[in-house]
């Protein structure tokens, strides 16, 4: 028997548009949960992200919120905590990162009856050795690069950490075709360690909002009898005493960028930072929470993300990220690096150098996925 623990992450950035979350919820959420619903024998990790919960609450999802409650209440799926508004965490400071993650555990006790969790998803898989130290949590998921041991489960003093198997992750979210539930099988079988667990991290938007297919692809393997699916802490109590223990952890992400370069690298990214770093400071005698919250809802690692312009980008989305950092502030030297910041952000859009990226990440991207999947 092989077992396999698959965590789904479910996000929407705090200041994503309510049309594209309903969407959203219609093609994906809601038939993954109903799936989820209509299986037995299972156990399945979900994150649902305070962001995702929010705007969730604010359409009228109850249908949502009540899927997931019985589901919880039939002991398919547990759900872990994580930070509200999806930061990168090594690159927030450690006050920011610990109210977002009380936050984010508020949101699951008010809208889903959740009052306490044994797990966390740092977003992005992002994590250092301080990071780690801040969570206060029985485990925690994190990319197999974030140690040197080989092993899907490690303990790391009082805390085990789960690793995510890039390549299962990376077949799930990059197969450019429909995917055979054959090949899954078979690279479960061929990654699985030696006593046959396996740990995945994806989105959960991968299963039915990026590939349509992909749900069928999971009801397909919920029913496959030589995979059984548990829940972290089931593969905790079931292989943790096995775990080796370890010292030391790399600083890692679900991406193989040093320094979370991915999120820090060009200029309008840095310059983003710059804008972030000045408004946390000059909020260091605020405790206006809803000035805080705002402060919060700029710090979501989608802005950076989607100014890396490898290939993604999204100026508009960016923008609202930065109107929410700068409604924090009257501070004049914030408000100038805020529409400096605009100002080259909207003209590197209109350069003709983001599709300049765009033809060039394909050019790559498309080898070397032809290449891999060959």
Known sequence: MKYWSMMLHLY?????????TDAILKSCYLPLLKILSQKSGFGLTLNISGSLILQLHDLGANEFFDLVKNLINDGKVEVVNSAIYHPLLPIIPEDVVTRQIEKNSQALKI?????????FFPPEL?????????????????????VSVKSPIVKYGKKYLLMNNRKVCDLLREYPKRLPVEKIVDLIKQ??????????????????????E????LSELLNRGEIKFIKASEAINRFGMQAPEISKIFPSTWLDHKDFSMWNKN?????????????????????????????????????????????????????????????CTKDFEAH????????KMWKYHRSGKVEINYKEYDKKYKKMITKKYA
């Open 111 to 119: 809208f889903l009856g959740i009052k306490t969790t044994n797990g």
């Open 126 to 146: 992002g994590i250092n050795g301080k990071v780690i130290n801040l969570i206060n949590s029985n485990y925690i998921f994190v990319d197999e690069s974030a």
């Open 12 to 20: 929407q950035p705090p200041t994503q548009d309510l049309e594209v």
């Open 214 to 217: 992909r749900l069928e692809v």
């Open 336 to 343: 100038k690096i805020y529409e400096d910041f605009l100002d």
């Open 191 to 212: 990654n699985c360690s030696d006593d046959g667990l396996i740990v995945t991290v994806n989105d959960g938007e991968l299963f039915g909002h990026h590939y349509s």
């Open 267 to 327: 200029a309008l990214q840095k310059e983003y930072l710059k804008l972030q770093n000045l408004i946390y400071k000059s909020l260091q005698n605020n405790s206006d929470t809803l000035t805080l919250d705002l402060f919060d809802r700029g710090t979501s690692s989608c802005y950076l993300y989607w100014l890396s312009n490898w290939p993604w980008w999204h100026p508009a989305l960016v923008q609202k990220g930065a109107e929410r950092l700068i409604e």
